[in-house]
């Protein structure tokens, strides 16, 4: 973490990389940096690079308490925590919905994000809002 740890917005820099420590992940830390910097800001980096994902299977029933069968109402579960998963998006998942902001960095694949950020796009309804 970067910045004071009293201030109001928090902004997590994800980098979607399937490479640690590569390219993608230096200039989403060096934006970080930068960012932490001013004044209300408190950055957190998390590379996905290296890091089991698994990929989506549309349980929405899980993933959704109330949808299906589980009991569990919205409000008493952390977003993302009832996925049928445990690995690095969950954990990811989990940081988004306490963020204020999000910079997602990501390397060009065949005109496309690479696998590990495609995943981590797909899981997201785990902390979206259904209605």
């Known amino acids: 973490m970067h910045g004071s740890e009293e201030q109001a917005i928090t902004v997590l820099g994800i980098s979607g990389s399937p490479r640690p420590n590569g390219n993608t992940?230096?200039?989403?830390?060096?934006?970080?940096?930068?960012i932490g910097q001013l004044d209300g800001v408190v950055t957190e980096f998390f590379?996905?690079?290296?890091?089991?994902?698994?990929?989506c299977t549309g349980c929405v029933d899980i993933c959704h308490p109330g949808y299906g069968d589980t009991g569990t109402k919205?409000?008493?579960v952390v977003p993302g925590s009832?996925?049928?998963?445990?690995?690095?998006?969950?954990?990811?998942l989990a940081k988004i919905a306490q963020a204020?902001?999000?910079m997602i960095g990501s390397p060009v694949y065949f005109g496309n994000?690479?696998?590990?950020l495609k995943t981590l796009m797909d899981r997201s309804?785990?902390?979206?809002e259904v209605d």
Do not use: M, Q, S, W
Not at 25 to 34: N, P
Not at 113 to 116: L, T
Not at 125 to 128: F, M, N, P, S
């Open 100 to 102: 204020d902001a999000i």
């Open 74 to 76: 919205p409000a008493e």
């Open 25 to 34: 992940d230096t200039i989403v830390k060096a934006a970080l940096d930068h």
């Open 82 to 92: 009832l996925c049928r998963h445990d690995d690095a998006i969950k954990e990811v």
């Open 125 to 128: 309804t785990a902390v979206i």
């Open 113 to 116: 994000v690479p696998g590990p």
């Open 47 to 55: 590379g996905l690079g290296g890091k089991p994902a698994n990929y």
